[in-house]
Every structure is written in structure tokens, then in C-alpha cells.
């Protein structure tokens, strides 16, 4: 039976006469890092902001760690740090001065949690520096510490790349994933760096309109994204047969122009290529295929973004 630590049951939320959530039931596994994908507006935020309290369903319920009501509701939020946008910093501090007074602000006992916290994100060298002279990825790995004060059991990052450089997301990737395998921390991560959000997540929802449109594992969207090698032939009836008696593999398919899809052993190209030449066939075309993550978000929302 798996265990949640975060499910919301119809949610809904309207603005005047404008639904930015349309009857949202999502949930989370206790874990797991889960990709929350859509275009601008789609009401990534506005749920975000929901379930940290910062606003309220106009219907439909909030369920964080088992607990639903107002009440503990409000407690199960301590389990949980947040990056809402840009980390909210004192630009005249440290990042030891501002982990200290997030500490007392928050009144998490022990000060021996703030050099554990730059330590853990990689900024125990920053010294007296203060804020406002950081990059932005130390900002941002400053904000993470913030978040992880009080060690959350949960943690939400609404777009935690962004404006970082292509090395500071792979530190920011890397960093993100040892804190769930290490920690056991369940990440919820909103972005539109979908090629990003590929590489670490292991289940995802796809919202679209205030609408969630779906929600999969790693594995699914892996099937549904289904790898191929596209092989072009003069004779594609004798290449199927080599296909099958040499290779090994009933798992291919003759398409209507003659092109197969084949979608086992396309790690060794070049022994498949070997094996349809030495039968005398004529290569006319051989490719990789397949789509990626944000191919298939494309595809799903109904065509290419024009944010």
C-alpha cells in the first residue's frame, strides 16, 4: 500500500469569474521526486500556494501527511520547507547570518543545524560574503539551506533553476537528487525546463488550463516515450526475417511504407546495421527515434506552446 504524503481531492480555485484550478486531485508519494509540469498560468503556482498555506481552495480539500483539517493542517506544514519563486534573502547578511535569524524567526532549537545546512548545499565556504554579492546559483543554494532548516520531510521548489547557468542547474539536479536518496526527502519540483525535469523525476503531472491532465510514473512516460531505431531497407520483408532469426527479437514492427521500428538491442546500431548488410540489403535509412519528455507534453496539451 503506498503511503502519501501529499494528496489534494478536487481542488478548485476561481478569481472573479476565472478558474485557475479546475477540480485538481493529485497525489504524491512518500519518496518521490514529482515533476509538476505546465506552461505559464497553468496553475502551477496557484496550487503550490495552496498547499503552503499561503492560500485557499475556493472548494475541494488538502490532505498533507494524513492530516486534512485547518488545525493539522497547519501542523503538518513544520514537516515541509518551500522555495516560492526567488528565496527570500537579507541581502546584508551572510548565508550563515541568514540561516541563523530563518532559524529564530522559525524557532528551530540548536544553532548547530546552520553550518550543517551550508555544509549540506555546498556553501560552507561563503564565509563573511554577504547575499547581495552571491550568483544567483548561490542565492539559490541559499535558499534550499533556508528551506531545509528544521529538516522537512517534504520539500516544494517552484522553479528552482531558473536563471541559473547551464553548470549551476546540474549542481542544483545532482544536489536535489542526493537529498532525496540520502535523506529520503520528497521533492515536488515545478518547472518548465522539461529536458531537466527528465532527468531527476520520478513521477510527474502534466496541468493544462487549471486542469491536470494526467499523472505517471517515470517508467510510463518511459513506455509511452517509447525508444526505436528506424530502419529504412530495400527489402523489408528479408530484413524482418534477419531481424528475427539473427537478432533474436520478435519485438519490431513493418510500418505501411515499408520503414521497421525496431525496438530491442538499439544500444548495438552497429551490429544491426553489420547483420543487414552482410544479407545483402540496401541501408537507405537508420536512426534513432523517439520522444522526449517534452515532446510528449507538447503532444499532450494539443500543440506547441505560444507563451
Same mark, same amino acid.
Given at each position: 500500500?503506498?503511503?502519501?504524503?501529499?494528496?489534494?481531492?478536487?481542488?478548485?480555485?476561481?478569481?472573479?469569474?476565472?478558474?485557475?484550478?479546475?477540480? /485538481?486531485?493529485?497525489?504524491?508519494?512518500?519518496?518521490?521526486? %514529482?515533476?509538476?509540469?505546465?506552461?505559464?498560468?497553468?496553475?502551477?503556482?496557484?496550487?503550490?500556494?495552496?498547499?503552503?498555506?499561503?492560500?485557499?481552495?475556493?472548494?475541494?480539500?488538502?490532505?498533507?501527511?494524513?492530516?486534512?483539517?485547518?488545525?493539522?493542517?497547519?501542523?503538518?506544514?513544520?514537516?515541509?520547507?518551500?522555495?516560492?519563486?526567488?528565496? *527570500?534573502?537579507?541581502?546584508?547578511?551572510? *548565508?550563515?547570518?541568514?540561516?541563523?535569524?530563518?532559524?529564530?524567526?522559525?524557532?528551530?532549537?540548536? @544553532?548547530?543545524?546552520?553550518?550543517?545546512?551550508?555544509?549540506?548545499?555546498?556553501?560552507?565556504?561563503?564565509?563573511? @560574503?554577504?547575499?547581495?554579492?552571491?550568483?544567483?546559483?548561490?542565492?539559490?543554494?541559499?535558499?534550499?539551506?533556508?528551506?531545509?532548516?528544521?529538516?522537512?520531510?517534504?520539500?516544494?521548489?517552484?522553479?528552482?533553476?531558473?536563471?541559473?547557468?547551464?553548470?549551476?542547474?546540474?549542481?542544483?539536479?545532482?544536489?536535489?537528487?542526493?537529498?532525496?536518496?540520502?535523506?529520503?526527502?520528497?521533492?515536488?519540483?515545478?518547472?518548465?525546463?522539461?529536458?531537466?525535469?527528465?532527468?531527476?523525476?520520478?513521477?510527474?503531472?502534466?496541468?493544462?488550463?487549471?486542469?491536470?491532465?494526467?499523472?505517471?510514473?517515470?517508467?510510463?512516460?518511459?513506455?509511452?516515450?517509447?525508444? %526505436?531505431?528506424?530502419?529504412?531497407?530495400?527489402?523489408?520483408?528479408?530484413?524482418?526475417?534477419?531481424?528475427?532469426?539473427?537478432?533474436?527479437?520478435?519485438?519490431?514492427? /513493418?510500418?505501411?511504407?515499408? *520503414?521497421? @521500428?525496431?525496438?530491442?538491442?538499439?544500444?548495438?546500431?552497429?551490429?544491426?546495421?553489420?547483420?543487414?548488410?552482410?544479407?545483402?540489403?540496401?541501408?537507405?535509412?537508420?536512426?534513432?527515434?523517439?520522444?522526449?519528455?517534452?515532446?510528449?507534453?507538447?503532444?499532450?496539451?494539443?500543440?506547441?506552446?505560444?507563451?
Amino acid at each position: 500500500m503506498h503511503e502519501y504524503v501529499l494528496r489534494t481531492n478536487q481542488i478548485t480555485k476561481t478569481f472573479k469569474n476565472h478558474t485557475a484550478l479546475d477540480k /485538481v486531485s493529485l497525489s504524491i508519494h512518500k519518496g518521490s521526486i %514529482y515533476g509538476f509540469i505546465g506552461q505559464n498560468g497553468a496553475g502551477k503556482s496557484t496550487l503550490i500556494r495552496m498547499i503552503t498555506g499561503l492560500s485557499f481552495p475556493t472548494k475541494g480539500t488538502i490532505e498533507l501527511f494524513g492530516a486534512s483539517d485547518e488545525r493539522a493542517l497547519i501542523e503538518a506544514r513544520k514537516r515541509m520547507g518551500c522555495i516560492i519563486e526567488s528565496p *527570500a534573502l537579507f541581502p546584508h547578511m551572510s *548565508a550563515s547570518e541568514n540561516l541563523e535569524a530563518n532559524r529564530i524567526l522559525r524557532g528551530i532549537p540548536g @544553532k548547530e543545524c546552520v553550518s550543517r545546512m551550508l555544509e549540506q548545499v555546498g556553501l560552507q565556504g561563503a564565509g563573511k @560574503k554577504k547575499a547581495k554579492n552571491f550568483s544567483l546559483g548561490m542565492k539559490q543554494r541559499l535558499g534550499l539551506a533556508i528551506a531545509l532548516l528544521g529538516n522537512p520531510e517534504f520539500l516544494i521548489l517552484d522553479e528552482p533553476t531558473n536563471g541559473l547557468d547551464p553548470m549551476g542547474v546540474v549542481e542544483m539536479r545532482e544536489l536535489l537528487k542526493k537529498l532525496n536518496r540520502e535523506l529520503g526527502i520528497t521533492i515536488l519540483i515545478s518547472s518548465h525546463i522539461l529536458s531537466e525535469l527528465h532527468l531527476m523525476a520520478t513521477h510527474y503531472g502534466i496541468i493544462h488550463h487549471g486542469r491536470l491532465l494526467e499523472q505517471l510514473t517515470a517508467k510510463e512516460l518511459d513506455e509511452k516515450c517509447q525508444h %526505436y531505431l528506424l530502419i529504412k531497407v530495400d527489402q523489408p520483408d528479408k530484413a524482418a526475417t534477419v531481424i528475427r532469426s539473427e537478432l533474436g527479437t520478435s519485438d519490431f514492427e /513493418v510500418m505501411p511504407d515499408g *520503414a521497421i @521500428k525496431l525496438f530491442k538491442r538499439i544500444e548495438q546500431p552497429g551490429v544491426i546495421s553489420s547483420l543487414l548488410f552482410t544479407a545483402g540489403l540496401t541501408i537507405e535509412q537508420f536512426m534513432p527515434m523517439g520522444e522526449d519528455l517534452e515532446s510528449y507534453f507538447t503532444k499532450r496539451i494539443g500543440g506547441p506552446s505560444h507563451d
